[in-house]
């Protein structure tokens, strides 16, 4: 089945502080308001966020779509860093870099111990320390149910996802979602590297196009139908 993309985001910043909210600029906030509606709005119980690629914007985009949970829905929201192999969140948002999902996931810790709280509302889990396997521990943390437990604490759950490409678990990982948005950032990653990620999903993804252009390029149009 062909898809379309749920929307464009033209704002390519990530949480530069602007006075209105501590951790993700107005302006991201703003670009994030359609695509948010379109993967369930105030009714998203989960949600994965992928892309091809490092740098597409992905983990922006998801830290905006928890944000505007509490901030436009008045829902509680746990932001989950899945992307074990390359952590970012913790330095990003001045959280404690562990204990995280892969203490979680060895059983070292309990899962209070591993939900920071971010602002009002919302809050995350960082992917922690994983040692020298990373899949094992996305391995543990699925087989132990880490996202339907915070499914019982949270109106919704967002899992930062590890990008499809380079990362051998990538793609199986995306698929363990129903709802999933593939974030494309046009005119920087290369047409290939997008067409082979897309295709390596079995469910075709929502789509969210990352770019300053105001048309949706042909190769794209082609791609998703």
Request: contains cysteine.
């Amino acid at each position: 089945m062909a898809v379309k993309p749920v929307a464009k985001v033209s704002v390519l910043v990530g949480t530069d502080q602007d006075g209105a909210n501590p951790n993700v600029a107005a302006a991201m906030l703003d670009a994030c308001r359609a695509p948010s509606l379109a993967v369930g709005g105030p009714q998203m119980r989960e949600l994965g966020v992928t892309s091809s690629i490092y740098g597409e914007g992905r983990t922006s985009i998801a830290l905006a779509l928890a944000v505007l949970q509490s901030q436009d829905y008045g829902r509680t929201a746990v932001l989950v860093e899945m992307s074990v192999e390359a952590p970012a969140l913790a330095q990003r948002l001045h959280l404690a870099p562990a204990p995280g999902l892969c203490e979680w996931a060895y059983d070292e810790v309990s899962l209070d111990q591993v939900m920071q709280p971010l602002q009002e509302g919302v809050s995350v889990v960082v992917a922690g320390n994983p040692g020298q396997t990373p899949a094992r521990a996305i391995s543990e943390s699925l087989r132990r149910g880490l996202i339907g437990q915070l499914g019982k604490r949270f109106d919704s759950v967002i899992i930062d996802l590890p990008p499809v490409s380079g990362i051998p678990w990538g793609a199986a990982l995306a698929s363990e979602f129903a709802n999933l948005l593939f974030v494309v950032r046009s005119g920087v990653t290369p047409a290939s590297t997008v067409r082979k990620a897309y295709a390596a999903i079995p469910t075709p993804p929502k789509v969210l196009l990352n770019s300053t252009s105001s048309s949706l390029p042909g190769w794209l149009r082609r791609l998703i139908g």
